[in-house]
């Protein structure tokens, strides 16, 4: 026994001595080079991923008005490299508390009025953005909050120069950013779409972001930003209070982790939708051998988990802090073969003969991936909703407010901006938070980690399938970002896709199989991901084509 006893602590020592494996460059991609930039620098100064992660978020908020900012809110999923701690931090909206289930229904016919639910004051929730970067700082960082957040000072105060992108999502929202004074001041010009090279800055989102540098939490949700805040909102019509500020609170959530051949995805949990819609497509995939399919066959059989996983979505899926939700029996393999049980290989299945609801997301959020060579790890998605969110800005705030409470099911069956439809599980209740898609992810086997994610709305969980079945086959985080995308989200009943997704033939022969096929009219999403080679310590990082973004490895 006592030779047993010095056996087991020299093992023990020898763990303990083994050198922890550690990624040779730090990475950052994201949908913006200064974004990029000021995550690199806050690494460079000393700050590790989370204060990187708190940089980018910010940074992003002054650049990319029409994807995210300190009106809107996020998901930040971690990955702790010093204990292995994986979390993540749930920044979402959360309705106020005046809120009522049947707030956007006319009284009279009980139609859902869209245009409240999109545009103006009354469809803003709660932010919970500030709220994260001083979670994310506090508890996780090495820099002070100031620090992290000096580069989006200076940008807010220097300004951006105005893309194609930005002019064309600027068009799109054009009557709504022109009807609040102040939102037209910053992002227009004349009342008009400003012209490519414009430079935008914004100096009362500068004095914001000060404020919340100085005084963390109570620089934007207590005190005299609050106050502006709450009274621009109830000037315009919306529904806030100073306590729906002061009580909101940043959860953190154990991610979802799904087994999937021999791959760990570790992905968001409620209230996004996404790592338990991943967990069902996953699971019924894994039933499959999808290598030995021909191209049609795997595209349609993937297409029919979609139809699946967003259908238990649409039905179940809720702010798990208000609704039971079955989680468990969700994730369990054993549902997964129950879906697949009527599931043929040689025809679609109608949405309509699925159980559950009868009923007849784009560029407008943001995602970021950050490795630091420690081997911590973040993975975020940020949004304000629809391009541009509400479109209002609360005068003397620069801060440009969501429009999140069209994530909830404003009246079960009526789908919101995206499509989506949902039941009373994600109903609107006072304090509840959304359901999202937003899906930060992770992927990890013996030999590799993996970083990714989207903006896209209702096609993040799809795009993010896809980009799952591609690593699988043990492809670069160049091939994930980049490989053509389909979508079926169970209703409306179709295969939306990018123009050149799918060749003539293989349209026929799904056609053939009863799908009914949609060209988008343009390419979709705008991923980021960084693949760390454990084996060899190699990062590689790549943002997607589609976009603007730039990956940057160090």
Same mark, same amino acid.
């Given at each position: 026994?006592? @030779?047993?006893?010095?056996?087991l602590?020299?093992?023990?020592l ?12 730090? *990475? ?9 930039q ?9 700050? $590790? ?9 910010a940074?992003l ?13 996020g998901? @930040?999923l %971690?990955?702790r490299?010093?204990?292995g ?5 749930d920044?979402r909206?959360v !309705? ?12 009279? #016919?009980?139609q +859902?009025?869209k245009?409240?639910?999109? &545009? ?7 932010p919970?953005?500030p709220?994260a ?6 508890q ?7 620090d ?7 940008l807010a ?10 002019r064309r ?13 102040? *939102?037209?001041?910053?992002?227009l010009?004349e009342g ?12 009362d989102?500068? #004095? ?5 540098a100085? =005084?963390?939490f ?5 005190g005299?930003?609050?106050?502006k805040?709450?009274?621009?909102v109830?000037? +315009?019509?919306?529904? @806030?209070d ?25 992905? +968001? ?8 819609? %991943?967990?069902?497509?996953? $699971? ?5 051998? %999808? ?10 059989l993937?297409?029919?988990?979609m139809?699946?996983?967003?259908q238990?979505?649409?039905q179940?899926?809720?702010?798990a802090?208000?609704?039971s939700v ?9 549902y ?5 049980? $009527?599931?043929?290989?040689k *025809?679609a ?6 159980t559950?609801?009868n ?7 943001t995602h970021?991936?950050?490795l630091?060579k ?6 975020a ?14 005068p ?20 919101n901006?995206?499509g ?5 599980a994600? !109903?609107?209740?006072p ?11 992770f992927?990890?086997t ?10 896209g ?9 896809l980009?799952?079945l591609?690593?699988e086959k ?5 091939? @994930? ?6 979508h079926?989200q169970?209703?409306? =009943? ?13 349209k ?6 009863g799908?009914k %096929?949609e060209s988008v009219?343009? #390419?979709?999403? &705008? ?11 190699r ?9 603007r973004g730039?990956a940057?490895?160090?």
């Amino acid at each position: 026994m006592r @030779w047993l006893i010095i056996l087991l602590s020299l093992v023990f020592l020898m763990a303990c001595s083994t050198p922890q494996l550690r990624p040779q460059a730090q *990475a950052v991609a994201n949908t913006h080079p200064a974004a990029s930039q000021a995550g690199l620098d806050i690494l460079n100064q000393g700050g $590790n991923a989370f204060d990187a992660a708190v940089a980018v978020s910010a940074a992003l908020a002054v650049v990319e008005p029409f994807g995210s900012g300190l009106g809107g809110g996020g998901f @930040w999923l %971690l990955h702790r490299a010093s204990d292995g701690r994986q979390v993540m931090i749930d920044g979402r909206e959360v !309705a106020p508390g005046a809120a009522q289930r049947d707030m956007y229904l006319d009284p009279v #016919t009980g139609q +859902a009025n869209k245009v409240a639910s999109v &545009n103006g004051a009354l469809a803003a929730g709660i932010p919970g953005l500030p709220a994260a970067l001083v979670h994310l700082s506090e508890q996780y960082g090495e820099l002070s909050l100031a620090d992290s957040l000096r580069p989006a000072i200076r940008l807010a105060k220097n300004g951006f120069l105005v893309n194609e992108h930005y002019r064309r999502l600027a068009r799109f929202r054009l009557p709504v950013l022109a009807s609040s004074e102040p *939102a037209r001041s910053i992002f227009l010009r004349e009342g008009l779409v400003p012209e490519l090279g414009t430079r935008i800055s914004q100096q009362d989102l500068a #004095t914001s972001l000060e404020s919340l540098a100085r =005084d963390g939490f109570s620089g934007f949700y207590r005190g005299e930003l609050a106050d502006k805040l709450v009274s621009g909102v109830q000037q +315009a019509g919306g529904i @806030w209070d100073k306590q729906d500020l002061a009580n909101y609170r940043v959860k953190e959530r154990e991610p979802v982790v799904i087994d999937y051949n021999g791959m760990r995805v570790i992905s +968001a949990a409620l209230p996004s939708s996404g790592g338990l819609v %991943l967990s069902i497509a996953l $699971n019924i995939l894994e039933q499959y051998d %999808l290598a030995a399919m021909d191209e049609a066959t795997r595209v349609h059989l993937v297409v029919e988990a979609m139809r699946r996983a967003y259908q238990a979505r649409a039905q179940y899926m809720g702010d798990a802090d208000f609704v039971s939700v079955p989680t468990e029996k969700l994730s369990h393999k054993s549902y997964a073969r129950a879906l697949a049980e $009527n599931l043929n290989l040689k *025809a679609a299945m109608p949405s309509q003969q699925l159980t559950g609801l009868n009923a007849s997301e784009g560029h407008d959020t943001t995602h970021f991936s950050v490795l630091d060579k420690a081997g911590n790890r973040v993975a975020a998605t940020l949004s304000i909703n629809y391009p541009f969110g509400s479109g209002f800005v609360p005068p003397g705030t620069g801060v440009l407010l969501n429009d999140e409470m069209d994530d909830f099911s404003i009246k079960p069956g009526t789908p919101n901006v995206y499509g989506l439809v949902g039941g009373l599980a994600n !109903a609107i209740q006072p304090n509840k938070r959304m359901l999202s898609s937003m899906s930060p992810t992770f992927i990890e086997t013996d030999g590799s980690v993996g970083l990714l994610g989207t903006p896209g709305g209702s096609r993040i969980i799809s795009m993010l399938l896809l980009a799952i079945l591609e690593a699988e086959k043990g492809a670069q985080a160049s091939s @994930w970002v980049a490989l053509p995308r389909y979508h079926h989200q169970y209703l409306p =009943d179709v295969v939306q896709h990018e123009p050149e997704a799918l060749s003539d033939e293989l349209k026929a022969e799904l056609t053939a199989k009863g799908h009914k %096929l949609e060209s988008v009219g343009r #390419t979709y999403g &705008n991923m980021h991901a960084i693949l760390w080679d454990k084996k060899n310590g190699r990062v590689t990082a790549a943002s997607d084509p589609r976009g603007r973004g730039m990956a940057l490895v160090e």
